[in-house]
Structure formats: C-alpha cells, structure tokens
C-alpha cells in the first residue's frame, strides 16, 4: 500500500490527457463499443480491459459520456433503469456505475506500476456524475464517491477534493464517512506535508468540526474519535484530546486505530511530561504494531527526556534495525486519510459490480 | 595542579552554601564542550586550558581538562535516501568513502540513513570498507523522516564515551517524522554531539519533498541552522554535487581540528538551561561551540 501511496503521490494533479482526434461516431455505436469494454471489466476486472482501453483515447471516452449525459438530462427514464436498453446501446444504470469504478481502478492499477493516467480519475467522476436516480445504489455511490476522494487526498488534488466532498455531504448528510473525509482533508491542509506554516489552526479547527459532525452521526466511529483527539491535541487542547482517547479506547477495534490511539495517548503524557506513562503507551503501541517503527522511535525519545539515555539507545537500535517492509506505520500514511481502505474498496465494489 | 582543584573546591565548599538552592558537587556532573576555534579561516592549534576562558550561565568555570585536537571521534553519517536525493545518490558512495578515508586510525564511523523509515545500516566500526558497501544498498524512494533519523543518531550518542560527530546530509524537507522541532533541538541541547549538515544543490529551490507537496512544518534549513547552532556545528550548501566529497572531508578535518574542554560546574544552579561562553583569551578568534546544556 504505501509503495502504491508513494507512486500515486508524485502525481502531479490531473490534467486531461491529450486524445487524438477521432472521427465522428454514431452515437449508439460508440456507446456498444465502450459497454462491451465495461462489460468485460465487469466480468474480469481492470486485467481484461487494460489493452482494450489502450484504443479508447480520452476523446472517445469523454464522446460517450457525453451521450449518455445528454439522454440523462432528456430522457433520463431510458438510463434509470437496472437493465441496459438497446436504444441507448445497452447501458443502464449499474454500467454507468460499473464504468466509473472502471476508471478509478485502471488508475489504481497504472499508479501501482508507476504509471498512473490521470484522465482515468477525470472519466470516473464524470461517471459517477451520471450515477444517480431510482436505479442507483446510494451505497455504491457513496463509496465510489470516497474512493475517488481517497486518490485524491493522495495526489494532493485538495481544490477538486473539497468541491467534491462538499456536494458528497449536500447529497449524503448523514453519512459518517463522508464527514471523516472532509476531517481528513483540512487535517492534512493544515499538515507539515501541505502546509505553509507549522500548522493552520483554521484548518484544524475545520478538521475538529468534520470529525464531531462524524461522531454525532456514528458514536462509535473509533477513527474519528481518535482524529479528532489528535486535531485536539495540535490545536493544544490536551484534556479534551485525552478523554477523546479515552473513549476511542472502548470503541477500537482496528489495529491500526488502536495503534494510533495508543501513539497519540503517549504524545498527550510526553506533553505533560509525563514521562513513564508516555513511555508504556508506546510499548502498548508496540505491542499492536511489534514492526512499526514510530512507536519504537517515540519509546525511544521518551525515554532519552526521562534520563534513561541506555534505555533510549536501545530502543533506538531496535527501531533503526527494524525491517520498514515488516510493517506498514499508520502514522507514515496518517495523511491520506482512509486511503489505506482503497483496494479494499475496490475490490468490495467490483464483486458487487460482477454480473 | 588542576586535577587537585576539583576536590579542594568539594573541601572548601561555605557552610552556608548548604541553604542555597542544590549545586553541582558530584563528579558525574562533568560537562564536555566540543570547541572549534579559528582565525577567522584556519583553525588555531596549540592552545592550553590557560587560552580558554569558559562561563557557565555567565559565572567562570575552571576548565578540568582541555583534550587537544585528534582524539578519537565516533562520527556518524545520516543520509537522506528519500525519493528527493535521487539524483544525488551516485555522488554519497564516493562522498561515504572519502568520509571514513579522512577520519584517523582511532576514529570509528557509522551509518544512518533514512526515507521514511530509518536505518541504522552500520554501527560503529572501525572498518573503513563498511560504510561505502552499505551505502550501495540505499534506493533513493519515499518520504523523508530527518527529524527521527537525527534523534536516533543523538539517542545513539550515547552508547560511546568518545567525542561525537553527527554529519546529516539531506536534500528535502521533513515530510513524515513523528518527533517535531522542537523535540530534535531540545535532544540535541541535551548532547555533546556536534552537528554538521550538507544540503543538497537543489535544495533550495523548493521546500517540496519526495510527493511534490510543499512542506514545512519549519522549514529544512531553520531546523538544521538550529541543530548546528546549538550544537557548535555548522550548515553548509553543496554548490554541485561534484562537490560532496570535499565537504564530507573537510568535515572531518574541521572536527579533527577541535578541542574537547571539560568542567565540573561551579557556582551555578544545578538544575535548568546552562548557558555556555567561550572565548579565547588575549586574541581574536572565533569560537564555536555548544550553546549550553540542561542541568538535571
């Protein structure tokens, strides 16, 4: 995952990529041509279409949408349907979906090569634009939605991610998710990786609201109580950070949530200098994550504060020799958000996808 | 002469300092203060404990020892092998190898190196060959996490009792370490080590690192001045990287180049910041040396 995360993130932000010009198809031929394209996909997954799609320049693609567009808008009865019409070439609303997972997954796929297009994120969201009415699945929506965000937060594409996620929340209000990705954006707005200054306590304040929006929508959304306690915690709200941790404690499952509590729990005591009880959340930390180097190294510093100067160069050995392959550190892909849930998603939507 | 003064200072101790707030009377308490001294350009040698004048948080302290120039350095190298040094990796072998070259036949070397995790891909040896083969290993991809690597190599300070060089070079900012500034500082502030750093050609022109976001957190080059300051060390810039080798080197020649001063504080509270002043007396020289250190 976080090879995948790194290929992704030198992205530099999407632009169209150039298409040769085509010639004018007929409508209803261009729209066969491209079902049967994610018919295969649907059947076979990103590996049997990847060669076909070399035929389809942005062009073409962007051609079909925009038929699919302009019947959606004047007959949208004939698109709204879970069964493809052949006067509209055979699509239906479940391709339409099926289409943007498509392209999302061929970026995916070309990322993990280090190759990633980023027309391919550009179709999927004019996809998933069509998605919509009776015969869409809210819940497909949604999760193509954060799939489509998780890339995004990934390639720094933070303009088109909030526009996004703003008119995600206008139409789902009450999905918790959504407010964790609208958390997750201004937390990492106000990150050393993206911000200007040591931190912008705007954006973490924004990121705090997102996250209490989460929780008041699902109290036992463990990740964002652990969020929030971190956001809390920089904004420089120690007590409110550590009864947060406190909670999130009871309610994390995730190894990876409760490693991060666990980290984050030992900040809190580090801050308040104390010391020894920093020091056993990170072996706690530790014990969640024996591989995951952060906890290892926070040990360590804690200990060298608290004097133990033998104690901190052990544990400072034993961080440095740790195989960083051994284990993937949430704190290292903290910023991006739920994207460590990306190919699982993925994967999730497309057997929903499967004929 | 000098070696009595510690003891009779514990005998002639005031009664009525017992009322005062605790002081300094133990011998662990000895301080080591790494100095450089020049003369604007070229180090000064042949200076004697008599040619320093030292302060403690500005009270005189009676230097216990003055080590000359050449005692034994443990010196450790930490390399960036993030993504943004890619182009910057054909020069560190070369550059590794002149570094172990250029330190004496006491002097041992390790390697530490960091992307987003961090390596410690050699300890301290006295091998010469170590440090360039492992250097062969590094990859050039991922974050950069400075700060923890830096601490770790301060963390590591510890396991040696000789004088200790930590040479950083790093050509992006800190894009995912755990432990902040401020932390890295107050380590160092609590070190004897002495800390160089080399910045890449390049990295000036962005704060960027290896996923083209700008960064900053404080900036790269605000930490290392810190670093350096605070530790007596000092911050260069590599004009090309043809030019890593010779810096590597003359590094070493700089640090072989100090002298190691040592004192039992006396007359200072024992607890808190410790300020400390060197000067050389009866001519112009610059000094450089650690800013002081905390008292426990």
């Known amino acids: 995952m976080l090879r995948t995360l790194l ?8 632009t169209v990529a150039a298409g040769g010009q085509s010639p004018m198809r007929d409508p209803i031929d261009l729209l066969i041509e491209y079902r049967n394209v994610v018919e295969r996909y649907r059947r076979g997954g990103v590996d049997g279409v990847e060669e076909d799609l070399k035929e389809w320049d942005v062009q073409r693609v962007n051609e079909a949408i925009s038929h699919l567009a302009v019947l959606q808008e004047k007959k949208p009865i004939l698109l709204d349907t879970r069964i493809g019409r052949a006067d509209v070439g055979g699509w239906s609303m479940p391709l339409i979906g099926a289409a943007a997972l498509l ?3 061929v970026f995916l796929h070309g990322a993990k090569r280090g190759t990633p297009e980023s027309h391919h994120l550009y179709l999927a969201t004019r996809f998933l634009a069509l998605y919509r009415g009776s015969a ?22 933070f303009d088109e991610l909030r526009s996004e996620l703003l008119a995600a929340r206008t139409e789902f209000p009450a999905d918790p998710a ?16 993206a911000a200007r200054q040591p931190f912008i306590p705007e954006a973490l304040r924004r990121a705090a609201g997102h996250y209490q929006r989460a929780l008041s929508l699902d109290p036992r959304f463990a990740e964002a109580r652990v969020r929030l306690a971190f956001v809390l915690f920089r904004l420089g709200q120690v007590d409110d950070a550590s009864r947060e941790l406190e909670r999130a404690g009871e309610d994390a499952r ?10 984050f729990r030992g900040a809190v005591h580090e801050h308040a200098g104390r010391l020894d009880h920093a020091a056993a959340a990170y072996r706690e930390a530790r014990a969640v994550g024996p591989q995951c180097q952060v906890a290892a190294i926070a040990l360590s510093h804690a200990l060298y504060r608290a004097g133990d100067r033998t104690a901190a160069a052990a544990a400072g050995v034993e961080a440095s020799r740790m195989d960083s392959h051994g284990c993937e550190d949430p704190w290292w892909v903290y910023d991006y958000g739920q994207a460590w849930k990306l190919e699982e998603t993925i994967e999730a939507l497309h057997r929903e996808v499967r004929p | 002469m000098t070696r009595w003064l510690p003891v009779l200072a514990l005998v002639m101790i005031p009664a009525g300092a017992q009322q005062q707030a605790p002081r300094f009377a133990t011998r662990t308490d000895l301080v080591r203060v790494d100095v450089l001294v020049t003369d604007g350009r070229r180090p000064i040698a042949g200076l004697g404990a008599h ?24 010196a450790w190298l930490v390399l960036d092998e993030s993504g943004s040094i890619k182009r910057d990796l054909g020069v560190l072998v070369p550059a590794a190898g002149a570094f172990v070259r250029a330190l004496g036949s006491s002097d041992r070397s390790g390697l530490i190196t960091f992307h987003h995790a961090v390596a410690l891909r050699s300890a301290l040896t006295g091998d010469r060959s170590v440090l360039p083969a492992q250097l062969r290993f590094a990859r050039a991809e991922g974050y950069t996490s400075l700060r923890d690597a830096l601490f770790i190599a301060l963390a590591l300070r510890h396991e040696s009792t000789e004088r200790s060089l930590i040479l950083a070079f790093t050509d992006g900012a800190d894009t995912i370490s755990w432990l902040r500034d401020e ?13 160089y750093a080399i910045t890449g050609p390049e990295g000036a022109r962005g704060e960027s690192g290896a996923d083209g976001l700008p960064v900053s957190w404080r900036s790269r080059r605000e930490l290392l001045e810190s670093l350096t300051a605070q530790t007596g060390g000092r911050l260069l810039k590599a004009g090309s990287r043809s030019d890593l080798s010779a810096m590597f080197t003359s590094i070493v020649e700089e640090m072989k180049a100090r002298y190691l001063l040592t004192y039992y504080p006396d007359g200072v509270r024992r607890d808190g910041w410790h300020r400390i002043e060197v000067r050389v007396k009866g001519q112009r020289a610059q000094v450089r040396a650690r800013r002081g ?4």
């Open chain 2, 183 to 195: 932390q890295v500082i107050r380590a160092a502030a609590d070190s004897d080590a002495v800390i």
């Open chain 1, 254 to 263: 995730q190894p990876r949530v409760v490693y991060l509590a666990r980290l």
């Open chain 1, 136 to 157: 869409a699945d809210a819940t497909f929506r949604v999760r193509t939605t954060l799939v489509i965000a998780w890339i995004r937060q990934i390639t720094g594409q």
């Open chain 1, 7 to 14: 290929l992704l993130s030198v992205l530099a932000p999407g």
């Open chain 2, 293 to 296: 250190y905390f008292g426990s």
């Open chain 1, 103 to 105: 392209h999302a997954d």
């Open chain 1, 178 to 193: 959504i407010a964790l990705a609208e958390g997750c954006l201004e937390e990492t707005a106000a990150s050393p990786r």
């Open chain 2, 51 to 74: 040619d320093f004048e030292l302060r403690d948080n500005g009270v005189l302290q009676r230097i216990d020892r003055v080590l000359p120039q050449q005692t034994p350095i443990d």
